[in-house]
């Protein structure tokens, strides 16, 4: 994949860019004139400092040219050093990173040469990898809006812009967005998926008002996550995440909304149902009738006792289906000709929240009988629910997006972040080794930088930043 290679201005980065060489050749009047050439040494200092140094701790990088290491050593002198800052973070706090670079004069020939700054991720910008990733980490795993982190910075010593910080994050999700599509790639080529959705309010619906759009959460089987947004809850967006072409005997984990069914049919696949939205439907009902409300939660406890049986002797495969189809399908047999009585003598009585909650359980048996013969089938999504908390647990701190590019940026990350965490990986450490190496890393194996596969390819010995690996 190629670099991000946009500059950004100078309103919108801590100082001037380092000067490019400049060109040797200028237009004047039909013809083109060679321009003279300028000495390293002679190109005027940085700007003011950014920084408060009474403030702001700064650890000096001593970059030690080649030329003073080969056999030609002898034919330079340092003659002075020019000095470029560059923002870094650790987490929890911001550091500069100084690179002194020695400006040599070859004595034979009095050129003056001087070795250029290192690169960083987005050229042209002084904010290090580890304060991109920093920024990722504060605003999406520690809900940390960015004007707060702007007011942090200053009160910090730093002075920057908050467009400054608002580009960063749009360019360092650039990079990281094609590690979501492959990650996506590999959910859809699931077996098992869970799906769910959950509403942000993103991008203006008119004067005051926002528009109310989705992320639709959608969990594989190799313990990954992608949150792809949607402008609504239309049926057709489930088929716009999921695709038409589905892997052999595919199963769709759901809560029941009519859209995945409608998906599940028009596929082709089977369409799994969650007994905790039917145990829910019940719980709320007891104060219509208490003492059915207990035994229909009694009843569904049961089906949860024997998962934990399966865990604890961790069955899988084979041996866990004819576990549940020896002690869970009896239960369930048993829930529904309860379900079934209940029903009956209720007779032709007004129904109230309780009778309408066995109606939704009755409605569904196919979905949630689905588990019983399906080893890798949940009988619950409560494994989409907890990883999606994060969208809510977001929006009370930023409410809402203003751009829906901005909420794809949200659903980009968090499906790293969240995928991180899923595989006990530090999210931290992950986006600072990605962020460097996506851009040099084959497009044809970008899938190795997702980070189920990036544990087992890079993790024991990821990139870091200069702030990691200098020598003190």
């Keep these: ?19 490019e060489e400049p060109s040797r050749e200028r237009p004047v009047a039909g013809y083109t004139r060679r321009s003279t050439a300028r000495d390293a040494a002679a190109e005027e200092a940085e700007s003011v400092p950014f920084f408060d140094e009474s403030r702001v701790p700064v650890e000096t990088i001593g970059l030690k040219p080649p030329e003073l290491e080969g056999a030609e050593a002898g034919e330079f002198e340092v003659i002075g050093q020019k000095v470029t800052h560059r923002l870094a973070q650790r987490p929890g706090s911001y550091v500069i990173l100084k690179y002194v670079r020695p400006v040599l004069k070859r004595r034979a020939t009095q ?26 980490v504060d605003k999406f795993a520690w809900h ?31 990079l990281l967005e094609p590690i979501y599509d492959a990650q996506f790639a590999s ?60 892997a052999s005997n595919a199963v769709l984990l759901t809560d029941g909304y009519a859209a995945y069914a409608s998906h599940a049919k028009k596929v082709g696949i089977a369409h799994a149902q969650c007994w ?30 024997i998962e934990e049986e399966i865990r604890e002797q961790k069955l899988t495969g084979d041996a866990k289906r004819l576990h549940r189809l020896t002690h869970s399908k ?29 109606h939704y359980a009755r409605e569904r048996r196919v979905g949630l009988e689905v588990f019983l013969s399906d080893p890798d089938v949940s009988p619950d999504t409560n494994h989409l629910e907890q990883v999606l908390r994060v969208i809510p ?5 930023w409410h809402f997006c203003w751009t829906e590019l901005g909420a794809k ?28 190496r996506v851009a040099e890393h084959p497009a044809s194996r970008v899938a190795e930088l997702t980070p189920r596969l990036w544990k087992r390819h890079f993790a024991a010995n990821p990139l870091r930043s200069a702030l990691h690996t200098r020598v003190a």
């Excluded at 290192?118 to 304060?131: L, M, T, Y």
């Excluded at 942090?152 to 920057?160: A, H, M, N, Q, S």
């Excluded at 939205?277 to 089906?303: C, Q």
């Excluded at 969240?418 to 990605?434: A, K």
């Design 144 to 174: 940390l809006p960015l004007y707060r982190q702007h007011q942090r910075l200053e009160d910090g010593g730093i002075t920057v812009s908050r467009p400054w910080l608002t580009q960063l994050t749009q360019r360092s999700v650039g």
């Design 276 to 305: 905790t939205h039917a145990r829910r439907e019940i719980f709320e009902a007891e104060s219509a009738d208490p003492e059915g409300v207990r035994e229909g939660l009694r009843r569904i406890a049961t089906l949860y006792d």
């Design 1 to 19: 994949m190629n670099r991000a290679t946009t500059t950004l201005t100078r309103t919108e980065v801590l100082g001037a860019p380092e000067r």
């Design 187 to 246: 959910i859809r080529a699931s077996r098992v998926k869970a799906m769910d959705e959950t509403p942000v309010k993103a991008g203006r619906k008119e004067r005051g008002k926002m528009r109310t759009a989705y992320f639709w959460p959608v969990y594989g089987e190799h313990n990954e996550v992608c949150f792809p947004y949607f402008p609504s809850r239309e049926a057709a967006h489930v088929y716009a995440a999921l695709g038409a072409d589905p």
């Design 330 to 358: 009896p239960q369930v047999d048993a829930f529904f000709d309860w379900v079934d009585r209940t029903l009956e003598a209720h007779g032709l009585r007004p129904k109230n929240p309780f009778i309408t909650a066995l």
């Design 111 to 136: 050129s003056i040469r001087c070795p250029a700054a290192p690169a960083g991720v987005i050229e042209g910008s002084r904010a290090d990898v580890s304060f991109l990733a920093g920024l990722l």
């Design 393 to 397: 647990m977001g929006r009370k701190n």
């Design 409 to 436: 940026h949200v659903g980009i990350v968090q499906s790293l972040i969240v995928t991180c965490r899923l595989h006990g990986i530090d999210v931290y450490t992950y986006l600072v080794d990605v962020l460097q």
